[in-house]
């Protein structure tokens, strides 16, 4: 299994362009959420999906769009890109396996906008 | 909705020593509360985790415990190494069963050789 893959790895945008951070995972989990990590602020939820054509906002889904149209895909849209969108994005998959519910998550994106 | 506050955000100890890091949660009805290690440049990945119906659990060096009445939980490493040095984050699942867990701010440990 390759687990949860995103692309890019490194992305650079200047301000007011639109883009599409991809993640996919191939262990048939329900559960898929995009979280950003800034210095000293942790993990910060943005949407998550409980399931295919199902989607919900987290913490900060201002600026952000996500779908959902198949188990296996749940990309992110930056709308119209803006300096404090500069961060590192980690995609994350998981599902209840033997009482757990381990995030796995992709490799992470760190995109710079300026 | 749930709240986790994580401390200290920095750890600084030398080889061999022990480390503890300690978070609390706000939702009574939580049950589910994992630990995760983020070494420099890398993902998250889970590392312990404990269930509400369980005080104590330990895995060689490391071990959590659960404090429910108190509403806290901590990580405790033993015998430090450098390469226990990275950011460690707490999180915290509220009931129902729900997928998506709260996380609190993360601990950044350097073990000093």
């Known amino acids: 299994n390759a687990g949860v893959t995103q692309t890019p790895k490194f992305q650079v945008l200047k301000t007011g362009q639109s883009m599409t951070l991809q993640c996919a995972q191939d262990m048939n989990h329900e559960y898929m959420s995009w979280y950003r990590q800034d210095p000293g602020m942790g993990l910060r939820l943005i949407h998550y999906s409980v399931g295919a054509g199902i989607t919900d906002q987290g913490e900060v889904p201002n600026g952000y769009n996500v779908s959902r149209s198949t188990t296996e895909d749940f990309p992110l849209r930056l709308l119209s890109a803006a300096p404090s969108q500069t961060s590192v994005y980690f995609c994350a998959s998981s599902s209840e396996e033997r009482g757990t519910y381990e995030q796995y998550f992709g490799p992470g994106t760190r995109l710079t906008v300026t | 909705g749930e709240n986790v506050e994580q401390h200290p955000s920095t750890l600084s100890v030398q080889e061999g020593d022990s480390a503890v890091i300690k978070c609390t949660y706000s939702?009574?009805?939580?049950?589910?509360f994992p630990w995760y290690k983020q070494e420099l440049g890398k993902r998250p990945q889970l590392i312990i985790d404990?269930?509400?119906?369980?005080g104590e659990k330990k895995d060689q060096r490391i071990a959590v415990t659960l404090n429910k009445t108190a509403k806290h939980f901590s990580l405790h490493i033993t015998e430090t190494q450098p390469e226990d040095s990275a950011v460690y984050f707490c999180?915290?699942?509220?009931?129902?069963?729900?997928?998506?867990?709260?996380f609190g701010r993360g601990t950044s440990l350097i073990v000093h050789p």
């Open positions: 999180a915290a699942h509220a009931s129902g069963g729900s997928y998506i867990p709260t």
């Open positions: 939702d009574s009805a939580s049950n589910y």
């Open positions: 404990i269930r509400s119906n369980v």
